[in-house]
C-alpha cells in the first residue's frame, strides 16, 4: 500500500509547478488546489510495479488540468457594478418568489428592482454565463484525513465562521460537504469573501505540511 502523504510530501514542487504552468486563465489558488486532488488521487491508484517512476505518472496525470483552460478560459468576467445588480436582483427574485410560491416575470422583478426590463434581462443572462470558479476547489481533498494532527490544530486556531467554512468544505467532523453558492448563503457572505477566507484556510494547512 502507497504511503500516500510521503509521496505528496516529496513531489510538492512538482505539483506546485505543474499548477503554476496550468494557472493561465484560471487563479492559481483554484488550479493548486485542482493539483493536490490529482496528485492524491494519483497517489492512490500508483503501482511501482509497473516500472514507471511516480514523478513521470504524476507529472501524466496533472495533464488533467488542462482542461480547467478549456472549460472556464473564455468566461466573462463581471464588473464590479454589474455583478453588485446581479446580486441585488437574485435577492428581489428570492423574495418575490417566496411571497408569490412561483419564479416571478420579468416585469415584476423591473417594478421591484428599478431597473428596466431590458436591464433585467441582460442581468440575467450575465448570470447564466458567469461561472464561479471557487467552485472548482469546492472540496480541498488534500486535507481528506480528519484526524490530521494539523489539520486538527488549525480547526481549533479558526474563528468560528471559518470553523463552518472548513467543515462544509472538507466534510470536517462529518458535516456535509457544501458548494459554495449554498454555504455563502448559509452563512451570509458572499462568495467572494467566502473564496478568499477558504483560501486563507488552505494556506494555513498548507504552512504546515512544507
Known amino acids: 500500500m502507497n504511503d500516500i502523504d510521503k509521496l505528496i510530501e516529496d513531489h510538492r514542487r512538482l505539483i506546485d509547478s505543474e499548477a503554476f504552468k496550468y494557472a493561465t486563465n484560471v487563479p492559481a489558488t483554484t488550479v493548486k488546489i485542482e493539483a493536490y486532488k490529482i496528485a492524491r488521487d494519483a497517489a492512490k491508484r500508483y503501482d511501482p510495479k509497473e516500472g514507471v517512476k511516480f514523478s513521470t505518472y504524476l507529472t501524466k496525470s496533472l495533464q488533467k488540468l488542462s482542461r480547467l483552460n478549456t472549460e472556464y478560459g473564455a468566461i466573462v468576467r463581471v464588473p464590479e457594478n454589474k455583478q453588485f445588480k446581479i446580486n441585488q436582483l437574485n435577492q428581489v427574485e428570492k423574495e418575490l418568489e ?54 486538527h490544530f488549525v480547526y481549533n486556531d479558526l474563528a468560528p465562521r471559518d470553523k463552518l467554512i472548513l467543515e462544509h468544505k472538507i466534510g ?38 512544507k
Open 98 to 151: 417566496a411571497n408569490y410560491g412561483r419564479p416571478p416575470t420579468l416585469e415584476e422583478l423591473s417594478d421591484h428592482t428599478g431597473f428596466n426590463i431590458p436591464t433585467v434581462s441582460g442581468l440575467i443572462q450575465n448570470r447564466k454565463s458567469t461561472v464561479n470558479l471557487a467552485n472548482l476547489s469546492y472540496s480541498p481533498v488534500f486535507v481528506d484525513n480528519s484526524n490530521d494532527e494539523w489539520v
Open 172 to 209: 470536517f467532523g462529518g458535516k456535509p460537504i457544501l458548494d459554495n453558492d449554498v454555504l455563502a448563503e448559509k452563512l451570509n457572505i458572499s462568495q467572494s469573501t467566502l473564496s478568499n477566507r477558504l483560501k486563507m484556510i488552505v494556506d494555513k494547512i498548507q504552512e504546515g505540511w
